[in-house]
């Protein structure tokens, strides 16, 4: 048993080199083998060493890699729902999840309901006799929302209801929901997981049991990796750990400056002690509070402006990265919302969604706050 740090770095598969050996053939001999080799079938050599690693770290059993994080996501979510059924999501998640459910479920006749955070306590009264699925995000995007990950769980195991969240934000270095109860972890890789702004992957993580499940409707969507990108996956967990380390403290002390910044009218981070769960999420995440923070400038008319002014801070879509970039989320993420469903979670055009990086903490101030200064 290792501590993250070593099993981000070590791969528990042998092989004579210390990296994996990158198997690109989508043509493999059958005949006298155990198993037939086939990248849609989850099982090459590189897809296996990324789902080991991912499951040491996130404390489970088994799981699979995907071609995007929504691939992750669908594939989770119809394996375990069908015409008849109801499902619970937490209202503050990722834009694309919730226009996936919006668009896509009643196209099966599924219903769904989105709870607010601040309802998470009247969980039991929202499930039905055909609720399959409970589905939660935290901390959550944009606004960083904390919800408590032991609380749903119990509920969905006492009434025999699948749990999932999205664990992206957080990442396996600093929130383990399987070990609080959790059935199903997901991630977009494409953000900590990769970590560099070049990939694009989800992955699960699960028990044997639902793995196999969700295996089965994987096969049919498709939604597999090739070799190469298997093996800069692999190549990029190795410095999970000291990224989301830096990220977290860099973010903690940018949340400080800009708490005490007189243009900005609210900061979101769990790390701060005004953040409304900031006992829950100190709970729950261990060794840091994550890379991701929001705030609002005071005059959005002045929004535009300010991401022009950056000279070290890229405005741009995504995260998660070594650099540090910022986006506005009604404008990116969470543009497929109308304005009445994002003003009702409190995305306006004042909020900011900034993904810290690597870099300097102070150089990062330095731009922000000159950029606030001179809009």
Request: glycine letters at 6%.
């Given at each position: ?5 070593t ?8 092989h004579?080199?210390v ?19 086939y ?36 594939t ?104 609080m ?25 699960t ?26 996956i ?41 953040h ?37 801070v ?19 993420s ?7 469903e ?34």
């Amino acid at each position: 048993m290792y501590s993250k740090e070593t099993d981000c770095v070590h791969n528990q598969q042998k092989h004579q080199g210390v990296n994996t050996p990158i198997y690109t053939s989508t043509a493999n001999r059958y005949i006298g083998y155990n198993e037939i080799l086939y990248p849609r079938n989850f099982n090459t050599e590189n897809q296996k060493a990324i789902v080991d690693k991912l499951c040491r770290l996130e404390k489970g059993d088994a799981g699979m890699i995907f071609s995007s994080g929504t691939a992750a996501i669908s594939t989770v979510l119809f394996s375990f729902l069908k015409a008849g059924d109801h499902a619970l999501f937490s209202q503050e998640i990722y834009g694309g999840t919730a226009k996936l459910i919006v668009e896509e479920f009643p196209k099966y006749n599924i219903d769904f309901d989105f709870i607010p955070n601040d309802e998470i306590g009247r969980l039991d009264c929202l499930i039905r006799e055909n609720t399959k699925v409970i589905y939660t995000e935290t901390p959550s995007n944009p606004l960083l929302s904390i919800v408590d990950l032991e609380v749903i769980s119990a509920v969905a195991r006492k009434n025999n209801i699948i749990s999932v969240v999205d664990n992206t934000f957080a990442t396996p270095i600093i929130q383990n929901p399987i070990s609080m109860g959790f059935d199903i972890v997901v991630h977009s890789g494409t953000k900590y997981l990769g970590g560099h702004h070049d990939l694009c992957f989800g992955a699960i993580v699960t028990s044997h049991k639902l793995n196999d499940i969700i295996y089965q409707s994987a096969l049919n969507f498709g939604g597999s990796l090739n070799g190469l990108d298997c093996y800069l996956i692999e190549r990029s967990l190795k410095t999970l750990a000291l990224r989301v380390e830096k990220q977290s403290s860099n973010a903690l002390k940018l949340a400080k400056a800009l708490q005490e910044n007189s243009e900005i009218s609210a900061v979101y981070y769990p790390g701060l002690e005004s953040h409304p769960n900031h006992t829950v999420a100190a709970s729950q995440m261990k060794g840091g509070f994550g890379g991701m923070l929001s705030f609002k400038l005071k005059d959005d008319s002045k929004t535009e402006e300010f991401l022009n002014r950056l000279q070290l801070v890229i405005p741009a879509l995504s995260l998660g990265g070594l650099e540090t970039t910022i986006c506005q989320p009604s404008t990116s993420s969470h543009a497929s919302l109308s304005e009445e469903e994002r003003l009702e979670q409190g995305i306006t055009d004042a909020l900011l969604r900034l993904s810290v990086g690597i870099e300097d903490a102070d150089d990062l101030r330095r731009d922000i706050l000159a950029a606030i200064a001179s809009s």
